[in-house]
């Protein structure tokens, strides 16, 4: 697992020649509330979170950048944990999260 800064995710966001993955990993109420524009939501507490990542995915090999609330939330850590034990090989945790995001 690799972090990635507010800015690094921007840029990624912003390309649209870069094949990548954004999984919010909050509960859906969470999520619904506010979340980055391009992602999708698979709650880290789903028993089946990383079956439902790989199928959103394609292949454990597309990078998947994960993220949670805040630098204060250990969610997105948790989920970056699961995919890469799960064998996903470019694994990002985006760990300022939606805070973060929408503080720029």
Same mark, same amino acid.
């Given at each position: 697992?690799? #972090?990635?800064?507010?800015s690094? @995710?921007?840029t990624? $966001?912003?390309?649209?020649?870069?094949?990548?993955? @954004?999984? $919010?990993? @909050? #509960?859906? /109420? !969470?999520? $619904?509330k506010?979340?980055?524009? !391009?992602? =999708? $939501?698979? #709650?880290?507490?789903?028993? /089946?979170?990383t079956?439902? =990542?790989?199928?959103? +995915? *394609?292949?454990k090999?597309r990078k =998947?950048v =994960? %993220? &949670?609330?805040s630098?204060? &939330?250990d969610?997105? !850590?948790?989920?970056?944990k699961?995919?890469?034990? +799960?064998?996903? !090989?470019?694994? %990002?945790? %985006?760990?300022? *999260?939606?805070k973060d995001?929408?503080?720029?």
């Amino acid at each position: 697992m690799q #972090p990635i800064s507010h800015s690094d @995710l921007k840029t990624m $966001n912003d390309a649209q020649h870069q094949d990548f993955v @954004l999984i $919010n990993v @909050l #509960p859906r /109420d !969470t999520f $619904n509330k506010e979340h980055i524009r !391009t992602s =999708v $939501n698979v #709650p880290v507490s789903e028993d /089946d979170f990383t079956s439902k =990542v790989e199928t959103i +995915a *394609g292949n454990k090999e597309r990078k =998947v950048v =994960v %993220y &949670c609330a805040s630098f204060d &939330c250990d969610a997105s !850590t948790k989920a970056a944990k699961k995919l890469e034990d +799960a064998g996903f !090989t470019q694994v %990002y945790d %985006y760990e300022g *999260g939606t805070k973060d995001w929408f503080e720029h």
